[in-house]
């Protein structure tokens, strides 16, 4: 199976692990200004303006509140400055992502604080943020962060349990016991936790399609050719040791086939190596629709390729090749500059008839041989390897 070219252009989002972390941390600051805005908006309207605030909410709960919420969106506010002013100046900063990630967990820490340790958002926060902390940013600076929260956590936990009055501090009457269970608290919880857990799970999913698509152009650029997309040598050979294998076993034929394309450093020379790279990507590309599907073909260098043709005996490869040659000559390539160049090539091939235990270095020497004795003979031609052409080889 041919490989395929690997997607070079993706929407900007994705490409999102490849930002810098200044801007990854100025996204992320826009998104939790909006974040805390809207908590602010719940707030003042909960808290002065409802039932459940005139039943549930501690008149000094909801100062304590308003103070926690201007305080992280002038915090978010000045990250986000900090963050454009790097953009402006193309400058890298650690301070500033240390800062980021600290004072994330500081600004939820202060929520849980208010709403209750054991609320859904100091669990988000601990669970969720980790996990896309490390994708975006590295180890040290979020393991710091997540470690500061977890013991400012257990600190304020064991705090509560030997009696200090800091637990949930924005309620005066615990909306979520069974005797005073409220709807409208349980309804905000939701309507809050659900746009962070989905913020997490989209950065997530982003990051791990990201991933993908990187391990896909890691996995590519081991066996593709970068320029043709066709298997570079590495690839090439094991496939053709594979093939080898597989016609041992079976008792098939295989031919082999090495193809230079003629005069290609005067094309280099006359329009340039950029013209010279048009000629190769259509080469490629023709080379393609000759083939059959079970034929394998790679880019090994240069002007030079290699053709594996399983199953295909003397008859077979003559017409396959002649097909390939005849192609090149007769589909003229068409520079950028709108000038069309006709492109040939030469072609050895050699037959590994069933039962022979020739190496496939040797096969590919007796193609080479072939392919020297094609462009001897004047080239724009295909010649097969035979013992008795050594003999007018060396001629």
Not at 48 to 74: K, M
Not at 213 to 230: F, I, K, S
Not at 245 to 250: I, Q
Not at 308 to 334: F, N, Q, S, W, Y
Request: aromatic share 12%; proline share 3%.
């Amino acid at each position: 199976m041919r490989m395929r070219k690997v997607a070079s252009k993706s929407p900007a989002i994705y490409r999102l692990l490849d930002w810098k972390d200044s801007d990854k941390c100025l996204l992320l600051s826009v998104l939790l200004f909006i974040y805390m805005s809207f908590y602010l908006v719940w707030h003042l309207v909960t808290a002065f303006y409802t039932d459940f605030g005139a039943q549930y909410v501690s008149p000094v709960g909801a100062r304590q509140l308003s103070w926690v919420l201007l305080f992280n969106l002038s915090g978010y506010l000045l990250l986000i400055l900090w963050a454009s002013l790097l953009r402006k100046v193309r400058r890298q900063s650690p301070l500033f992502v240390h800062c980021f990630v600290q004072f994330f967990g500081v600004s939820f820490l202060l929520l849980g604080l208010m709403f209750g340790l054991y609320s859904p958002i100091t669990g988000m926060v601990l669970l969720g943020s980790p996990l896309v902390g490390f994708i975006l940013f590295g180890f040290r600076p979020v393991v710091w962060g997540f470690t500061v929260s977890t013991v400012m956590v257990l600190l304020l936990s064991w705090l509560a349990a030997r009696g200090h009055d800091i637990y949930a501090l924005y309620f005066r009457t615990d909306p979520a016991a069974k005797g005073s269970l409220s709807y409208y608290w349980i309804a905000s919880t939701v309507a809050f936790s659900v746009p962070f857990v989905a913020g997490v799970l989209t950065l997530v999913s982003l990051l791990l399609r990201r991933w993908v698509y990187r391990e896909a152009q890691v996995r590519a650029m081991a066996v593709q050719d970068p320029l043709t997309g066709l298997s570079n040598r590495r690839a090439l050979f094991d496939q053709f040791a594979h093939e080898m294998a597989r016609a041992r076993r079976t008792g098939e034929v295989l031919s082999v086939c090495v193809m230079d394309l003629d005069h290609f450093k005067q094309i280099n020379d006359r329009h340039g190596h950029a013209a010279g790279d048009t000629v190769l990507v259509r080469v490629a590309n023709l080379l393609r629709e000759c083939l059959r599907e079970t034929d394998r073909i790679g880019r090994i260098g240069g002007e030079e390729f290699v053709l594996v043709l399983p199953d295909t005996g003397h008859e077979g490869a003559e017409k396959v090749i002649e097909r390939c040659r005849a192609a090149l000559v007769g589909t003229p390539v068409m520079l950028d500059v709108g000038e069309p160049l006709t492109v040939s090539a030469s072609f050895g091939v050699v037959t590994a008839l069933a039962g022979e235990h020739a190496t496939e270095s040797q096969l590919i020497s007796r193609a080479d041989d072939a392919l020297y004795l094609a462009k001897k003979r004047g080239r724009n031609r295909v010649e097969f390897w035979s013992s008795a052409m050594l003999e007018v080889a060396t001629a």
